[in-house]
């Protein structure tokens, strides 16, 4: 079995910051694509931010020159730092990984989100 599980998320002020990180586990061979989503209420989940296994990046224009993605293969880690973050940076945050396990499959895989909630 593979799981997701991110961490991190809690409530901040305009302005501040935020680390998220998603530790991958299980019997998992390697792990291609990783990104970072996100879902606002009454709205659909939106790309923030992906990685590709050798380091190449994609952000969502909202966010760009704030936010940063970054892996640790060795580790099965991706983290997000978020800063000058804004009240409509809230949402659940979804961390997602393109994984190959250990059985031979590739698939598609989902944390269970962390909430980011920007307010004074």
């Known amino acids: 079995q593979v799981q997701l599980v991110e961490s991190g998320g809690g409530l901040v002020q305009p302005g501040g910051s935020l680390r998220l990180s998603c530790a991958a586990s299980?019997?998992?061979?390697?792990?291609?694509?990783m990104g970072w989503y996100r879902q606002a209420p009454g709205k659909e989940r939106e790309l923030v931010a992906a990685i590709t296994r050798g380091g190449n990046t994609n952000y969502a224009d909202s966010v760009k020159d704030r936010f940063s993605i970054s892996r640790d293969n060795a580790k099965k880690l991706v983290t997000l730092q978020m800063n000058s973050l804004k009240p409509e940076d809230t949402a659940v945050y979804y961390c997602?990984?393109?994984?190959?396990?250990?059985?031979?499959?590739?698939?598609?895989?989902w944390g269970k989100g962390t909430l980011v909630t920007v307010s004074s």
């Open positions: 299980g019997r998992i061979f390697s792990i291609n694509d």
């Open positions: 997602n990984g393109v994984i190959d396990t250990a059985w031979g499959t590739l698939g598609e895989y």
